[in-house]
């Protein structure tokens, strides 16, 4: 037979939970226990203050040259909106332009509609060359070009070219010139080509639209005349078609001529009026009586 050998085992150890104190052993109770469990807590870190003196002063420079840039642009701006300002100069002369040919337009389609046009002829390109005296001659074109656009949409395409060809480019013609300082007599005579030009140009378009040589009723009314012109002075001769051509263009350039004369010292008077003499280059004898 096997003999038995009965070992003593001992209870291995069971945790004991902090809610039952009646099965804490004597020594257990006097240890004081936390509520709380213990966490893990790492010790701060100390970090490095800015002690250089070069740090700070970049910062501060930053700062100042930041607001210094935001001055800039708002002392920009104030300067754009002030009176010499390069914003409200152009503001201003697109408005002058806008309103001079507003007027324009208004006084030309009342005069045609009247009947009355032979009397307000002559201030019909006054408002170009003031514009282009007082703000060069791009502005001029811009009171030209929206006049006659006005003139397109209110009275059609023939009463814009009529005041395109007789009054438009006269009054530009004539403010380019005054603007850039050139001499009466080379103001006029080129003037003179330009309304001599664009009356050709409206006869040219009337006789289009009319379905009529005009031009041909002219010279052969200007034949008749000078045939019985010379018959009643003894002369027995015909003129020829070239010796009329001649003489309808030089009764035109007089013409002409002596209309943009005529608006040379109208204009002159009235600019000098306004204030604006200096900006003139009048002649001697003109300059006295004014």
């Not at 700070?56 to 930053?62: G, I, M, P, T």
């Not at 005069?111 to 001659?137: A, D, H, K, Q």
């Not at 009723?217 to 200007?222: A, Q, R, V």
Request: hydrophobic share 50%; with cysteine.
């Amino acid at each position: 037979m096997i003999p038995l050998q009965i070992h003593h085992l001992t209870p291995p150890y069971l945790p004991i939970s902090q809610t039952t104190p009646h099965l804490l052993s004597p020594f257990s109770q006097r240890l004081p226990l936390s509520p709380k469990p213990n966490l893990l807590t790492f010790p701060p870190i100390p970090l490095p203050k800015p002690t250089s003196k070069l740090l700070r002063a970049s910062q501060s420079q930053s700062l100042f040259f930041g607001n210094e840039e935001d001055t800039a642009g708002i002392s920009s701006g104030l300067d754009d909106l002030s009176p010499n300002g390069v914003v409200y100069r152009k503001t201003l002369a697109l408005v002058e332009c806008s309103m001079f040919a507003a007027l324009t337009g208004l006084v030309y389609f009342l005069s045609n509609s009247l009947g009355i046009e032979n009397y307000f002829g002559c201030f019909f390109s006054l408002p170009i060359v003031i514009t282009s005296m007082r703000w060069g001659v791009a502005a001029g074109r811009k009171t030209m070009v929206a006049t006659t656009m006005l003139l397109l949409v209110l009275s059609g395409p023939l009463k814009a070219l009529t005041y395109l060809l007789k009054h438009g480019l006269v009054g530009f013609t004539m403010g380019s010139l005054w603007r850039s300082g050139a001499n009466w007599t080379v103001s006029v005579l080129l003037c003179a080509i330009v309304r001599a030009l664009g009356s050709v140009g409206y006869v040219l378009i009337t006789s289009f639209l009319i379905r009529e040589n005009i031009f041909a009723l002219i010279t052969i009314n200007i034949h008749a005349s000078l045939t019985f012109i010379f018959t009643a002075a003894g002369i027995y001769t015909v003129p020829s078609m070239e010796a009329i051509y001649a003489l309808f263009s030089i009764l035109v350039f007089i013409n002409s001529g002596s209309f943009t004369f005529l608006l040379h010292l109208l204009y002159a008077a009235f600019l000098s009026r306004l204030g604006m003499k200096a900006s003139l280059r009048l002649p001697r004898w003109l300059e006295k009586a004014i």
